[in-house]
């Protein structure tokens, strides 16, 4: 393909911006799986703390450490727990803030490789 300087130019930035878009793709695909975890482990410590919520203070509670198992206090587990939950939401909720900024950083790509295209097009009707 023979382009005079303007149309190698506009080539070469519609390139640089379609290579941007393909990573933060990559990167979106990789907080999405990121992000599905966390969903999924947030989702178990809330089962766990409903169940350490239904015991009464004659219920006894064994934690795993290795392969041994270790008595631990009911409140204490409820609160270990609950703070497990808690930062595990943080967690979610900047996943969630990360992934909307690379929504919008593709769609500000993918306008600019509109545009070059457009402009490569026009350039290269007018030879």
Same mark, same amino acid.
């Given at each position: ?13 519609? =390139?640089?911006?379609?290579? @941007?878009? *393909? &990573?933060?793709? #990559? ?5 999405? %799986? ?37 008595? =631990?206090?009911?409140?204490? @587990?409820? *609160? &270990?727990?609950? #703070? ?5 939401? %943080? ?37």
């Amino acid at each position: 393909m023979n382009m005079d300087k303007n149309s190698a130019a506009l080539y070469k930035k519609m =390139q640089t911006e379609v290579e @941007s878009y *393909q &990573n933060l793709q #990559k990167s979106c695909v990789k907080m999405v %799986k990121q992000r599905a975890l966390l969903e999924g482990q947030l989702n178990e410590n809330k089962c766990v703390l409903d169940e350490l919520n239904l015991l009464g203070p004659d219920n006894k509670v064994y934690k795993l450490f290795g392969p041994v198992l270790v008595k =631990q206090e009911l409140e204490d @587990s409820r *609160q &270990n727990v609950g #703070k497990r939950i808690e930062y595990i939401s %943080k967690e979610l909720k900047s996943s969630t803030d990360t992934l909307e900024n690379m929504e919008k950083d593709m769609l500000k790509h993918r306008e600019a490789v509109a545009k070059y295209q457009q402009q490569w097009q026009v350039a290269a009707a007018m030879k």
